[in-house]
């Protein structure tokens, strides 16, 4: 079962704007990951934001966390054609190893 | 460099046939996982291993096998027993279960 859901499901931006995506999920978690999915690629790890806590930065990535609303934003600031991807956020709930995956946000950054 | 590589990138299979994908990791990760994506949709875990000789049933184990006989490889077997098996097949590795998780380039499964 998908517990992750990302909206929009996609999105089409150009270049030097910002770039912005949703999480919402169900149940309860120990935290949140995001990972983004060049076209047939495997999937690259972006960034892991625990459930105590609330924005989390790096580079030009910015996720929020919100645990009573139990939703998720990831911000691309200043996209490049090179952030064009599928992005998808996955919750760990606790149980080991079992994280469950959004659909994705399909990501096209025109130049 | 450190990774995970899997092998074929594309796979065909006959009807009633086994087919097996590779997955290796030089990582030193403990922990292994199969994944299952389809066009348009997330992963869905089909089989994790949290240690060498232990390996779980994910969400939709019917129809696949692994084995976990090495720190290094977890290969998926995809049985005849699985009668929808076209997929984008992904392998994972992590340090623990509750660590961000590597993955490999996939595996493209289709039915000749």
């Known amino acids: 079962s998908q517990q992750g859901e990302e909206d929009p499901q996609a999105l089409s931006i150009q270049e030097g704007e910002n770039a912005t995506m949703n999480c919402s999920y169900k149940?309860?978690?120990?935290?949140l990951q995001w990972y983004r999915q060049n076209s047939g690629r495997g999937l690259v790890h972006l960034i892991l934001?625990?459930?105590?806590?609330r924005e989390k930065h790096s580079g030009r990535l910015r996720v929020t966390l919100d645990t009573s609303k139990k939703s998720s934003s990831l911000l691309i600031t200043a996209s490049r054609a090179a952030d064009t991807a599928s992005y998808f956020c996955a919750t760990d709930d606790g149980s080991w190893g079992k994280l469950q995956f959004g659909a994705g946000t399909q990501v096209v950054v025109t130049p | 460099d450190g990774g995970i590589t899997q092998s074929p990138k594309y796979l065909f299979r006959k009807e009633g046939q086994n087919v097996t994908l590779s997955c290796e990791q030089n990582?030193?990760?403990?922990?292994m996982y199969w994944y299952r994506q389809d066009p348009g949709q997330g992963l869905r875990l089909i089989y994790y291993s949290q240690i060498v000789n232990d390996f779980q049933k994910g969400d939709i184990a019917e129809g696949y096998s692994v084995s976990r006989e090495k720190k290094e490889s977890f290969p998926l077997t995809v049985t005849s027993a699985q009668k929808n098996p076209t997929a984008f097949y992904l392998c994972?590795?992590?340090?623990?279960?509750?660590?961000?998780?590597?993955f490999g380039d996939g595996t493209r499964l289709s039915i000749l």
């Open positions: 149940t309860s978690i120990n935290n």
């Open positions: 990582l030193n990760h403990d922990a």
């Open positions: 994972a590795s992590s340090m623990s279960g509750h660590q961000p998780q590597h």
């Open positions: 934001i625990r459930s105590n806590e």
